[in-house]
DNA sequence: CTGAAAGCGCTTACAG
DNA sequence: CTGAAAGCGCTTACAG
């Protein structure tokens, strides 16, 4: 009683797709294996078949006998954090959308040699990988891959200057940290300090980049960016270290992570945020707009990366599918609560205004949350 | 100049291995598959070989030769949510201890028909399944999946007075939600209400069983629950509504995403946690001890639990290998500081001395953040 | 305890 | 455009 074709026998394969439609088992196989090299009629035929009897490729099969790519294995250092989880649903998605199976595998805190070997083990015969290298970890995963797989790796931004080695993807967040300094020195803020996320291969973070390139188009001295962590507790620490500097009014934070610890450490320290400092954000993870005050922070579509990732596969693979949208998504600054003027006072009427508001900024839920401090 | 056996030629095989070692592929076979019938030199000889070859079985032929389950898929509604990330990182690294592959697949809002493809397109032919039945989506794959197909759930907890149909873990929720429930009336206050996560399958969740199992215990007549969401947004609408009622002054919340909402939404209404209204989360994100104020949650080990389940799944499949770890992890209350006693104070020394306080709380990062407000 | 046989479900060439 | 052959790398029985 449980409707459709549910009550399967052994699950049909391809010769016996080919018995029922009286053809042969090749027949079968170049038809769903999209070959030109079949009429019209036959087609239809096996197609019918194929759905009548709900057979289903058998990816092992597939796989062994050296047909074309069907799987992808994700390697990345974590799932749990914000953009690896994200990217994580975006290649999914993508690969559900094309019948292509998913795999994943947690590479993190390994030895070069070990690392090497977790590579190794992770590739699967007829398989490709998708990288996440926005970390060290992840970055060294990428090294390891042998030349011969098809790879493609998501990465913070290509060396200054260079081609990546392997095909990447990356979201210009030299650009958006670049806007979201400008923001800041809008604001009427004197300069702008930095709690960078760690290098990236042997190069600065872009993130760190686009805010020190800003400062200098500004012709202000970059006071040093503290350089180190990914989570909420480094952010406390080395929001606590600033938060001693009565001339700190304004902190670009490498990701949202950070800035919800410093925004604690400020508190603590009896520095109000926005009313003394102000913080932004990156990510806009899902909780930046609950926060306390609501973070201000930059939107990096992580999900849309992931797609552009596994259709730069596609494209890469003998596949003779292609899915549209290769286009990297864009950075976006989401203006809410937790940036404003410096405690002096806006030096003009820029505060107000929404100075530097382009074309990227969004300030639809910009009045969700009013906090009560 | 990359090291150990990194210059691979084409992979070696079981047939390499064997004319190397000088025996049967068969043997080498039964090696790797830890069969009992092999003599200790013979062992020795193929597991050198294999060493020095670098070889490594094909995952796919094992898998169509009718091998034992090599591979795991998880099923889940999403990846970002904790508990659901985290639970797929516990059983990322269960698989990766003894080798298995992992394979994910996401089924949200589906149609029971489509549900039903959805789920078979998931399942390889030799593949074992770990469904994430937590909420409805999940519950619904949970019962689309073939009953031969090994399959172990993570679920909420068991229909009240039954055997789960499928090998399950979880965690005890409903103990965990009476004792926090019993916190908060210890506290001082006179009731508690409760922003409750979705029904599951068509029980009340456990969570809400246990808040109302405390109450009932009390003799305290129960306010009506708020039932419905897993997000801020929905904690936030929800919090709104309760922040009208003077008589509300403490919240046990579903999860934590629903507790950052209803504080936000506390706080809008002019109404400070814990000062007026006490609040308690479930989960234990990571960032909830970052939270204004922090936190005060039950914590869950989704992570072990994620182990749990797969060691079940081992113990279940015709694999000998067994791993130990079959105990769901216990729910933990942390004590932080959104929930305090009720704004007339406390009716007794009860506030101060932590009441209830039983093996099981934890006050080790109580003080690691104080709010400013 | 060990080897020779057959086959898992598919795919590549190779013939027509 | 279509079919008969051989084989991917492994595993089960089956013999010894």
């Known amino acids: 009683m449980r409707g459709n074709n549910c009550d399967r026998s052994p699950a049909a394969s391809i010769r016996d797709v080919a018995r029922a439609a009286g053809v042969s088992h090749q027949t079968v196989s170049r038809v769903i294996n999209e070959s030109p090299n079949v009429s019209g009629p036959t087609r239809e035929a096996v197609l019918a078949t194929i759905a009548q009897l709900g057979f289903r490729p058998n990816r092992a099969a597939r796989a062994l006998a050296g047909g074309p790519v069907q799987s992808v294995t994700v390697l990345a250092s974590n799932t749990s954090r914000y953009g690896f989880a994200a990217a994580l649903e975006g290649v999914e998605e993508a690969t559900r959308e094309v019948g292509f199976g998913m795999g994943f595998r947690a590479v993190d805190a390994l030895s070069p040699a070990d690392m090497r070997d977790a590579v190794e083990a992770a590739i699967e015969p007829a398989g490709a990988l998708i990288v996440i290298a926005f970390d060290t970890a992840g970055a060294l995963a990428l090294e390891c891959v042998p030349p011969e797989v098809p790879t493609v790796a998501m990465i913070q931004a290509p060396a200054a200057g260079t081609v990546p080695i392997r095909p990447s993807a990356w979201i210009d967040e030299f650009a958006a940290a670049k806007e979201a300094t400008e923001y800041l020195l809008a604001l009427g803020h004197k300069t702008v300090h930095h709690l960078a996320i ?74 109000g945020v926005p009313a003394d400092v102000s913080i932004i954000g990156f990510d ?47 950075a976006q600054l989401i203006i809410r609560e937790s940036a404003g003027p410096p405690p002096e006072g806006p030096p003009g009427a820029h505060a107000k205004s929404s100075p530097n508001a382009g074309p990227t900024i969004d300030r639809a839920d910009t009045t969700r949350l009013n906090t009560s401090d």
Chains 1, 2 share one sequence.
């Open 198 to 271: 760690p290098s990236w291969f042997s190069a600065p973070p872009p993130r760190l980049e686009g805010w020190l390139a800003a400062l200098k188009e500004a012709g202000i001295k970059a006071p040093k960016a503290v350089l180190g962590g990914w989570t909420s507790d480094w952010g406390y620490e080395a929001g606590l270290q600033l938060a001693k500097d009565p001339s700190v009014t304004a902190v670009l934070c490498g990701n949202d992570d950070i800035a919800l610890g410093a925004m604690g450490a400020m508190r603590e320290a009896g520095r």
């Open 284 to 330: 806009d993870i899902p909780y930046a707009r609950f926060f306390s005050p609501p973070l201000t922070t930059v939107r990096q579509d992580f999900k849309a990366l992931g797609k552009v990732c596994f259709a730069k596969l596609l494209e890469l693979s003998n596949s003779n599918r292609t899915i549209p949208g290769l286009e990297p998504p864009q």
